[in-house]
């Protein structure tokens, strides 16, 4: 081509290689921000943690037994209160407090939430305490004191470790808000080995008694959160797990966190300077296996540590990005409980639905009103769209897992029990009609749970979801 007829053939294309030149410059800024968008949005984490074993002897919690009718001889290992504070780009903020004991009462619960919240200004809804549930921590408070034969020096010992505990609680939580800095959050799936169902059958199906059942339901999920800084360095993990510390059984005076303490211990000795937290799940139904006997010690060590493998090799893997906004709700949820049973079956119900019986019959006889529902705690956090938590009060057992993930459709949702307050076992409706030790009811509160709070629970977690 002659050189005059190709500068004639430029003139008249200029606008067209302009129009291409800016359109794709356009789509390449286009990209830029789709891939920014793809990054989580930033969340800021904050760590604390304290020790809580007792400085002295205290009755311990769990089984309410004649050999622990005594106080505690010595430690197996230290039991620790760990807080995690998260805030989003919008300043939303939120406090995860996980604790090595067994149960917080709904009295006791009620005074610690408002120390918290007034001691870090936080909202109720803003602010989730999760129960480890080991069988080898001291009692807390008041409201289970009747239960065990204690001195009055005991008591008043437990009281005011019950006092300095939550002083050291609301510390925990103003000081885990002051570390909040830049984080990277991820979080997998693992499997635990000795989570067992722990509910026995007779051949034609009725209900027996406790004992390892390999063929019951159990949810052996480890979900696994780990957090890093920016420059991926680990500052901690939150794991998981549905099934009851009590590798150590009543026989056992030494303080311990069970097999949950064992494996926070053993994370923290592989990764220095971490911060390993437990958060109890859905093990109102299932036990550990093996547990109790001579070689107890050596066991409960040995599962904290094969759970400490999984949570470890969990977190090698490449793991979900996690990012906000943080949408963090809360909502009390009614119960209904079962119609008040006649005096005479109450008089006559034995092992665990006597508790609840004779304590029925006797609020009968002083002529006071029964309960007709048990006020529930549920907390639900969200992840932007990484990661739902759903944390329900009491002892929830496992079938609430499967429940809950067909009710929201989510496969990205943790679902944990043991949160907000502990007070009595939460069956689901199969559990209800089969009956047994997981029907036992509420302890401190009075009243066994109808088959209907299934349905009640799981429409009010949709409800709060929304
Ligand atoms: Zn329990």
């Given at each position: 081509m002659h050189w005059r007829n190709l500068r004639c053939v430029l003139m008249a294309c200029w606008p067209y290689v302009l129009i291409a030149l800016v359109l794709h410059a356009s789509l390449l800024a286009r990209s830029?921000?789709?891939?920014e968008a793809a990054e989580p949005e930033a969340i800021r984490v904050g760590l604390a943690r304290a020790c809580i074993t007792p400085e002295n002897p205290l009755w311990?919690?769990?089984y309410a037994s004649p050999p622990r009718f005594r106080p505690s001889e010595g430690k197996l290992n230290d039991l620790f209160a760990k807080a995690l504070a998260?805030?989003?780009?919008?300043?939303?903020?939120?406090?995860?407090?996980t604790l090595d004991l067994c149960v917080l009462r709904p009295a006791e619960a009620q005074a610690l939430f408002e120390l918290l919240c007034r001691k870090t200004g936080l909202e109720r809804r803003q602010v989730l305490v999760n129960l480890s549930h080991t069988h080898s921590g001291p009692i807390i408070g008041s409201s289970d004191l009747d239960r065990y034969p204690m001195s009055e020096a005991d008591r008043q010992a437990t009281l005011a470790y019950t006092a300095r505990l939550f002083d050291q609680l609301s510390d925990l939580a103003i000081a885990a808000l002051a570390d909040l800095r830049?984080?990277?959050?991820?979080?997998?799936t693992g499997k635990c080995q000795f989570v067992r169902n722990r509910r026995l059958f007779h051949a034609d199906g009725r209900y027996r008694g406790m004992g390892p059942n390999p063929a019951g339901p159990v949810d052996d999920r480890v979900p696994v959160l780990c957090i890093a800084s920016p420059e991926g360095a680990l500052r901690a993990v939150v794991f998981g797990l549905s099934c009851h510390p009590v590798t150590l059984h009543?026989?056992?005076?030494?303080i311990s966190g069970d097999y949950a303490g064992f494996a926070q211990q053993a994370i923290e000795v592989q990764h220095p300077g971490v911060q390993a937290m437990f958060v109890q799940g859905c093990g109102a139904d299932a036990n550990s296996d093996p547990r109790c006997g001579p070689e107890q010690e050596k066991n409960v060590r040995l599962q904290g540590e094969s759970l400490a493998a999984e949570v470890c090799r969990v977190a090698a893997q490449p793991l979900a990005p996690i990012g906000g906004p943080l949408d963090i709700r809360f909502r009390e949820v009614d119960l209904p409980l079962q119609p008040v049973p006649s005096r005479e079956e109450l008089a006559h119900m034995t092992g665990a639905m006597e508790h609840n019986g004779s304590r029925m019959l006797a609020a009968l006889e002083r002529g006071e009103p029964l309960p007709t529902h048990h006020r529930h705690?549920?907390?639900?956090w969200r992840f932007g769209k990484d990661l739902t938590l759903v944390?329900?009060?009491g002892e929830v057992v496992s079938g609430y897992v499967p429940l809950l993930h067909q009710a929201l459709g989510d496969d990205r949702l943790?679902?944990?029990g043991y949160s907000n307050e502990v007070d009595g076992y939460l069956p689901d409706a199969r559990i209800v009609a089969e009956g047994g030790y997981e029907t036992r009811g509420l302890v401190a509160d009075i009243g066994f749970y109808s088959a209907d709070a299934e349905t009640t629970l799981v429409n009010a977690v949709i409800d709060l979801a929304r």
């Open positions: 830029a921000r789709s891939a311990l919690h769990g998260l805030e989003d780009a919008q300043g939303e903020r939120a406090v995860l407090i830049p984080a990277t959050l991820a979080w997998g009543e026989d056992n005076l030494k705690p549920v907390a639900l944390a329900l009060s943790w679902v944990a």
